[in-house]
């Protein structure tokens, strides 16, 4: 077996993320031994390799930022490239750095991985301080000629919270907090807590009537592999009209694909309202940073804010600010991020979390396993047996959970199932246990709680669970 020193010249070297604790992993997935059980590879469930073949064995504050373990040499080149643009800060135009300039005029942050921390998953800022990696959407009634939601005239499509000079921030978000009691049937009880959200100190002009949605950075391992599922593997679990009478009626989002002009299946986002990958990157790099390409070429501040304002008369990278070769390997970077192996797969109470993770419904939406087909250009994803633990189809989560906003073909109820593989190490990589679209839920008994609509059954089924199995199942969801 090829163990971590493999990677010393290439990764370490190149990334910096090497640490002595590490010395004794394998972050190859194996085919002989699991490098921690020791045990033939035949007695270890298929869904401890949740990458299948790309499956990394790293349980620090690194999991969610290794190269996928098969990687080729052409592909770790623009792994590692990707990497330096993916957390390097842009800048302001003009600049010595030509490649890294164009921020602005109006921006969230100033790289990705400000918002994606160790490429995991963001949190909403506690009361008082600013937000980093929770953004606020916006938009007003209806739709735009492509079915997108229609941007608000003044503000856009994002709530900016930063800005260059010469410009100001449009305002700052502002959230509170009301308890909300939950009660298990053997007589316990929990606190959630509903985030009541604020626009302050609007810098352009009342705002009026606006649909609000506020989204956390979600972790971006594994990005590759689910772009990989074939899309009639997804279209085949949909079941819009709920024609099987399970109470699970799962369905795709339409979406504009930018540069086809045409509608296809959304796949990433809180509401599946991106295509693939390439435009997912371009559109942070437009909505967040403020940086333009060819695939969005147009800056993010409106046509009132130029008008009133001057916003276009401020500096800027140039036509493109984001070129090809960057949004390519940008992309590259993020299809050939690794998940990270199951731990913890042999233990009793784990073993029994997952038949219950099953009995209750969970697996019903996040469908424990897919297979990936041959049609990405990055040849190390093709031919998996992956377990993310989703369907990447849209669900009424419930009132509770509803931000009232549509996107494309997702109501204002609905979500996309999110994959759960890697959320039992996102304490160690991210320092949190935030979870769900906005991050309200302070760990994974919460995160349940809060399901509702079709996830309601799940919800009752748990809390009718006594504190065992309680334990157990969310024993489970730590281990992936």
């Given at each position: 077996?090829?163990?971590?020193?493999?990677?010393?010249?290439a990764?370490a070297?190149?990334?910096?993320?090497?640490?002595?604790?590490?010395?004794?992993?394998d972050?190859?997935?194996?085919?002989?031994?699991?490098?921690?059980?020791?045990k033939?590879?035949?007695?270890?469930?298929?869904?401890v390799?949740?990458g299948?073949?790309?499956t990394?064995?790293?349980?620090?504050?690194?999991?969610?930022?290794?190269?996928?373990?098969?990687?080729?040499?052409?592909?770790?080149?623009?792994?590692?490239?990707?990497?330096?643009?993916?957390?390097?800060?842009?800048?302001?135009?003009?600049?010595?750095?030509?490649?890294?300039?164009?921020?602005?005029?109006?921006?969230?942050a100033?790289?990705?991985?400000?918002?994606?921390?160790?490429?995991?998953?963001?949190?909403?800022?506690?009361?008082?301080?600013?937000?980093?990696?929770?953004?606020?959407?916006?938009?007003?009634?209806?739709?735009?000629?492509?079915?997108a939601?229609?941007?608000?005239?003044i503000?856009?499509?994002?709530?900016?919270?930063?800005?260059?000079?010469?410009?100001?921030?449009?305002?700052?978000?502002?959230?509170?907090?009301?308890?909300?009691?939950?009660?298990?049937?053997?007589g316990?009880?929990?606190t959630l807590?509903k985030?009541?959200?604020?626009?302050?100190?609007?810098?352009?002009g009342?705002?009026?009537?606006v649909?609000?949605?506020?989204?956390?950075?979600?972790?971006?391992?594994?990005?590759?592999?689910?772009?990989?599922?074939?899309?009639a593997?997804?279209?085949?679990?949909?079941?819009?009209?709920?024609?099987?009478?399970d109470?699970?009626?799962?369905?795709?989002?339409?979406?504009?694909?930018?540069?086809?002009?045409?509608?296809?299946?959304?796949?990433?986002?809180?509401?599946?309202?991106?295509?693939?990958?390439?435009?997912q990157?371009?559109?942070?790099?437009?909505?967040?940073?403020?940086?333009?390409?060819?695939?969005?070429?147009?800056?993010n501040?409106?046509?009132?804010?130029?008008?009133?304002?001057?916003?276009?008369?401020?500096?800027?990278?140039?036509?493109?600010e984001?070129?090809?070769?960057?949004?390519?390997?940008?992309?590259?970077?993020?299809?050939?991020?690794?998940?990270?192996?199951?731990?913890?797969?042999d233990?009793?109470?784990?073993?029994?979390?997952?038949?219950?993770?099953?009995?209750?419904?969970?697996?019903?939406?996040?469908?424990?396993?897919?297979?990936?087909?041959?049609s990405?250009?990055?040849?190390?994803l093709?031919?998996?047996?992956?377990?993310?633990?989703?369907?990447?189809?849209?669900?009424?989560?419930?009132?509770?959970?509803?931000?009232?906003?549509?996107?494309?073909?997702?109501?204002?109820?609905?979500?996309?199932?999110?994959?759960?593989?890697?959320?039992?190490?996102?304490?160690?990589?991210?320092?949190?246990?935030?979870?769900?679209?906005?991050?309200?839920?302070?760990?994974?008994?919460?995160?349940?709680?809060?399901?509702?609509?079709?996830?309601?059954?799940?919800?009752?089924?748990?809390?009718e669970?006594?504190?065992d199995?309680r334990a157990?199942?969310?024993?489970?969801?730590?281990?992936?």
């Open positions: 077996m090829k163990k971590l020193l493999f990677g010393l010249s990764i070297l190149l990334l910096g993320t090497h640490t002595q604790a590490e010395e004794t992993v972050i190859h997935a194996p085919r002989g031994v699991h490098p921690v059980s020791g033939s590879i035949d007695a270890v469930p298929a869904s390799f949740a299948g073949d790309t990394v064995f790293a349980e620090n504050n690194k999991a969610f930022s290794r190269p996928l373990a098969n990687i080729s040499t052409l592909s770790r080149r623009e792994h590692v490239v990707g990497n330096s643009f993916f957390n390097k800060n842009w800048v302001m135009a003009p600049s010595s750095t030509s490649s890294r300039d164009g921020l602005g005029p109006m921006f969230n100033r790289s990705c991985s400000a918002c994606h921390m160790q490429d995991g998953r963001g949190c909403p800022p506690e009361e008082g301080e600013e937000a980093l990696s929770l953004i606020m959407r916006l938009s007003v009634a209806g739709a735009d000629p492509h079915g939601p229609l941007p608000h005239s503000y856009g499509g994002q709530l900016s919270e930063r800005a260059i000079p010469g410009a100001s921030p449009e305002g700052q978000l502002r959230i509170t907090h009301e308890e909300v009691i939950a009660l298990f049937g053997d316990e009880s929990t807590r985030p009541i959200y604020e626009i302050a100190g609007l810098a352009y009342e705002i009026g009537d649909l609000t949605s506020p989204r956390v950075a979600p972790a971006v391992h594994g990005m590759g592999l689910l772009e990989a599922i074939p899309q593997t997804l279209l085949a679990k949909a079941d819009p009209d709920d024609a099987d009478g109470g699970i009626s799962g369905r795709a989002n339409l979406v504009y694909d930018v540069e086809s002009g045409k509608k296809v299946m959304g796949r990433f986002g809180w509401k599946a309202n991106q295509p693939d990958m390439r435009q990157v371009a559109a942070a790099f437009c909505n967040d940073i403020g940086i333009t390409s060819s695939v969005f070429p147009n800056e501040n409106t046509a009132i804010q130029n008008e009133r304002f001057g916003l276009d008369k401020l500096p800027n990278g140039g036509e493109f984001l070129d090809e070769k960057v949004l390519s390997r940008t992309t590259s970077y993020l299809q050939t991020i690794a998940p990270p192996a199951r731990r913890d797969w233990k009793p109470e784990v073993l029994r979390g997952e038949t219950i993770f099953s009995k209750i419904g969970c697996a019903e939406c996040h469908t424990p396993s897919h297979q990936t087909d041959d990405s250009p990055i040849k190390e093709h031919g998996q047996t992956i377990f993310a633990y989703t369907d990447l189809l849209l669900h009424d989560m419930g009132d509770a959970l509803a931000d009232g906003r549509p996107d494309f073909e997702a109501t204002g109820n609905e979500w996309r199932t999110p994959p759960l593989w890697g959320i039992g190490l996102q304490k160690v990589v991210n320092g949190h246990t935030c979870f769900l679209h906005d991050g309200r839920a302070r760990n994974l008994n919460e995160a349940i709680l809060w399901h509702g609509g079709e996830g309601q059954a799940s919800t009752d089924a748990y809390k669970l006594n504190r199995d157990a199942l969310l024993a489970f969801l730590n281990s992936l």
